[in-house]
T-cell receptor, first 112, second 113 residues
């Protein structure tokens, strides 16, 4: 079945540091890939998505590129801010499946 | 103008009780979901309805019963609550396109004592 593997957290960075959160997947067919963010006490919000190989999703300074050859969708940001502190989830949907399969989430803590 | 709204936000109850969580979306989406998030933030799908029809029913105890009176509402009823049911429950919806994202509610934190 489909699965998503994320790097374990927490990830602790100083403000303005470079961020990478790794995500790899296993899926049948050609999945669509997503990154969601969950701020404390809130639901998940879509951060970005990519629907086919080599697509790059981007939003709020975050980027991720759909790499079919390495089955990866790593999240990057060039300069993190304290306000980026949250839990980040990689997810996919594939085939005719109606559900989204999530990774385990990676907590990011950004300090001054 | 809340897109996906859940009530209540917090629910504290004793073991053995029966409780319900309500969810409504005003996005015109066809598909709605219930997800359970445990204390380690792991998200697991429980149910999905499309136009009031159950399409996904993961391995969930039959004490959990979803009900969809119309495509804008998906409620979750839980009988005989157990300590292990303590979690945050998220409702979500999406339109019918394969690539469309889920829109989540803000969650219901259920605590069973």
């Amino acid at each position: 079945g489909d699965s998503v593997t994320q790097m374990e957290g927490p990830v602790t960075l100083s403000e303005e540091a470079f961020l990478t959160i790794n995500c790899t997947y296993t899926a049948t067919g050609y999945p669509s890939l997503f990154w969601y963010v969950q701020y404390p006490g809130e639901g998940l919000q879509l951060l970005l998505k990519a629907t086919k190989a080599d697509d790059k999703g981007s939003n709020k300074g975050f980027e991720a590129t759909y790499r079919k050859e390495t089955t990866s969708f790593h999240l990057e940001k060039g300069s993190v801010q304290v306000s980026d502190s949250a839990v980040y989830f990689c997810a996919l949907t594939s085939g005719t499946a109606s559900k989204l399969t999530f990774g385990t989430g990676t907590r990011l803590q950004v300090t001054l | 103008d809340t897109a996906v709204s859940q009530t209540p936000k917090y629910l504290v109850t004793q073991m053995g009780n029966d409780k319900s969580i309500k969810c409504e979306q005003n996005l015109g989406h066809d598909t709605m979901y219930w997800y359970k998030q445990d204390s380690k933030k792991f998200l697991k799908i429980m149910f999905s309805y499309n136009n009031k029809e159950l399409i996904i029913n993961e391995t969930v105890p039959n004490r959990f019963s979803p009900k969809s009176p119309d495509k804008a509402h998906l409620n979750l009823h839980i009988n005989s609550l157990e300590l292990g049911d303590s979690a945050v429950y998220f409702c979500a919806s999406r339109d019918g396109h394969h690539n469309s994202p889920l829109h989540f509610g803000n969650g219901t934190r259920l605590t069973v004592t």
